[in-house]
């Protein structure tokens, strides 16, 4: 296939992924056609004049596009018989009417190894998963250079004041009740632990064992426990380092709100994705917690690295296997964070090894972790390689 259609989404960074896949791709010799769903019956025609039935793929960001219909209500992908791939950049658990959404072919990308194991062991024949990590940008502005970047560590994220356990359990029956509640202290205590893993291992506790349907909608009806978990990570990785005194630059929202040294807290107000990046290359040190993957990466970590800053971040199984903590990056443990303020303050007070951090990051990036690395990755997947 030499034809493949991109469909924007409206949320800022798949917008920005998507057109930077677009320039992948046509980078290796295919034809693009970059959509979006603002406007269906100009998306709808558009498409009809570009795809050539048999020989073209689709791409969506979390679904965006994947709706399309024909005029008379038919699935137009299947009309065009299109290879459809759905690049998901959370948990499948929140994707169910997508997943089962009624594509011929059907393919899910996922930045996570184990969101594709979830996908393979619930969804097992109804669609294919592939592993696809997110990649990282570089800023299109000059250079700064390492020692005149008026920041030392930057972190650019949100913080949702959502750590009201009773909110989330109301409605739940005793017994579910309490399994929930259990299974997020063990997952505050094991932090390696996958929501599915640690449901499993709170209903093995208890000599149950559900049939793999009812296990997944379960899996389902805890899902909001991943963004709280998410909410914590963060709090308490900018928690200790701002009663430590390390200072950090945040731009989002929610921070005042923190129960920490605030003082130590530069707070900036929050700002679109793609002004993000330039941020990114005026910081030495870039900080990364990870939204709860588990055998994953964010695009954080590799945006840091090709805008040759040093990433901060805490581990995954995936991280373990390509990045090595003092070389490409350094790395932390959301289980010893009283180990990382004296870690920022170690190498802030010898740059010359904090350079040779970030100039390692850069060469591995730069070489494996772009966009285009992964529209040549996604281009092999519609081949079959």
Request: aromatic share 10%.
């Amino acid at each position: 296939m030499d034809k493949i259609i991109i469909f924007e989404s409206a949320t800022d960074s798949l917008k920005t992924f998507a057109r930077l896949m677009a320039e992948g791709f046509r980078e290796i010799g295919c034809q693009v056609l970059l959509a979006d769903m603002q406007d269906v019956d100009k998306a709808r025609e558009a498409v009809y004049g570009f795809a050539s039935p048999g020989k073209t793929a689709a791409l969506f960001f979390n679904h965006a596009g994947m709706n399309l219909l024909t005029k008379q209500r038919d699935i137009i992908w299947n009309e065009l018989d299109v290879d459809c791939y759905d690049y998901i950049v959370d948990h499948p658990m929140y994707y169910h009417a997508a997943i089962i959404f009624p594509i011929r072919r059907l393919t899910f990308l996922c930045v996570d190894e184990y969101h594709q194991k979830f996908i393979e062991r619930f969804y097992g024949g109804k669609v294919r998963s592939f592993f696809l990590p997110l990649a990282g940008i570089r800023s299109r502005r000059p250079a700064i250079p390492f020692e005149e970047r008026s920041m030392d560590v930057l972190f650019t994220g949100a913080y949702l004041v959502d750590d009201s356990t009773e909110y989330h359990v109301q409605g739940l029956g005793e017994g579910l009740k309490q399994i929930w509640l259990d299974c997020y202290d063990l997952l505050c205590t094991d932090t390696s632990l996958t929501l599915e893993a640690g449901m499993e291992r709170c209903l093995g506790q208890r000599g149950a064992k559900l049939p793999e349907e009812d296990l997944r909608d379960m899996i389902r009806l805890f899902q909001d426990m991943d963004g709280i978990l998410r909410s914590r990570a963060r709090a308490e990785v900018i928690r200790t380092l701002a009663n430590a005194d390390v200072k950090v630059h945040i731009y989002g929202e929610g921070w005042q709100f923190l129960d920490c040294k605030q003082e130590n807290l530069i707070l900036h107000e929050r700002i679109p994705f793609d002004e993000t990046i330039p941020l990114i290359a005026d910081a030495k040190i870039v900080l990364n917690v990870m939204p709860w993957f588990k055998s994953g990466v964010h695009d954080r970590v590799y945006s840091a690295m090709l805008n040759e800053s040093v990433c901060l971040t805490d581990g995954s199984e995936f991280v373990a296997r390509t990045l090595t903590d003092g070389r490409e990056a350094l790395i932390y443990s959301l289980e010893h964070l009283q180990a990382l303020p004296d870690k920022v303050r170690n190498y802030l007070q010898h740059p010359k090894e904090l350079r040779e951090v970030a100039a390692r990051g850069y060469a591995y990036a730069r070489d494996a972790q772009t966009w285009r690395h992964r529209a040549v990755r996604l281009a092999d997947i519609i081949k079959g390689k």
